[in-house]
């Protein structure tokens, strides 16, 4: 089995209000420096061995299901 993370995270520019929360909080709680804060997800799984191109498979499960590419990027690690 090979171990895939997905990295998921807004496009540069779309508003990210639970990055915002974030950065507030943590200014909040006396960490002044804080600045741009961005909140993303991560995806792990495992994927069979038997797939011939891995990156290629994972890639079309970003683009159909785990990213809204419209206004998500994202970043394929595979172990």
Same mark, same amino acid.
């Given at each position: 089995m090979a171990k895939v993370k997905v990295h998921v995270f807004l496009k540069p520019g779309v508003l990210d209000v639970q990055? #915002?929360?974030v950065e507030g909080a943590l200014q909040g709680l006396g960490w002044g420096g804080v600045a741009n804060?961005?909140?993303g997800k991560l995806i792990e799984f495992?994927?069979?061995?038997d797939v011939?191109? #891995?990156e290629a498979e994972v890639k079309r499960m970003c683009e159909t299901l785990l990213a809204n590419t419209v206004i998500e990027s994202y970043?394929?690690?595979?172990?």
């Open positions: 990055g #915002k929360a804060a961005r909140v495992d994927l069979a061995d011939a191109d #891995k970043k394929i690690e595979i172990a």
